[in-house]
């Protein structure tokens, strides 16, 4: 398949490739349906993958690949439970859910965890999964529509930590301000931004 790697061959020529190395064979012998969404797919600039059959096959465009880091490319056009071992129990209710009730399952900043740089990780996306008919109208694939939200969510997590950590140092400034202000005499003022204790008498 060294000519059908994304990045390195067109996707605008995705049914000239060898597919001998999927179960989903040549593209001569694909529904017209799976042709149409395939030509959807490799068509847009968004990130998407299709999971078609009852393998979910993994069929994605040039700008999914990065999602995934070193499974490309040779989890293109391979079952998904071969690529996404390590978290197809996460996963597969959610493709099996949209491609048997038909319905669309979406939700913001989903944490899924993914070994794709060579070590583990939780990475975080905005999902939409929409169920594709087949020619005969039934549930033949699962349209996925992500994108990655993972520094967003990282930036937002450390300024939460950041305001947990000075709403902590504002109360023990409080605090020691007012246990001074039970010991002397004089009136104190403190700053929560210094921490420091000025004696006004």
């Not at 040549?26 to 078609?52: H, K, Y």
């Not at 197809?88 to 038909?102: F, H, K, T, Y």
């Not at 794709?116 to 008919?133: Q, W």
């Not at 039934?138 to 990282?154: A, R, Y």
Request: aromatic content about 12%; some cysteine.
């Amino acid at each position: 398949m060294a000519d059908a790697k994304v990045g390195e061959f067109s996707l605008a020529h995705w049914d000239e490739w060898d597919w001998s190395f999927s179960p989903l064979g040549p593209p001569v012998t694909w529904t017209s349906r799976l042709r149409g969404a395939m030509d959807i797919l490799t068509a847009s600039e968004a990130q998407i993958v299709l999971f078609w059959g009852p393998q979910f096959v993994a069929l994605y465009n040039d700008a999914y690949a990065p999602t995934i880091g070193s499974k490309h490319p040779a989890a293109l056009g391979r079952p998904a439970q071969e690529y996404w071992s390590e978290l197809w129990n996460d996963l597969e209710p959610l493709l099996r859910g949209v491609r048997e009730s038909g319905k669309t399952f979406s939700a913001k900043n989903r944490p899924f965890y993914i070994e794709r740089h060579g070590f583990g990780e939780t990475a975080y996306f905005d999902i939409s999964y929409s169920p594709v008919r087949d020619d005969d109208e039934s549930v033949g694939g699962v349209l996925c529509i992500v994108s990655e939200t993972t520094e967003q969510v990282m930036a937002n997590q450390r300024l939460r930590e950041k305001e947990a950590a000075l709403t902590v140092s504002e109360a023990m400034a409080r605090r020691q301000a007012d246990e001074l202000a039970s010991v002397w005499p004089p009136q104190w003022d403190w700053r929560c931004s210094t921490g420091i204790c000025v004696s006004y008498a």
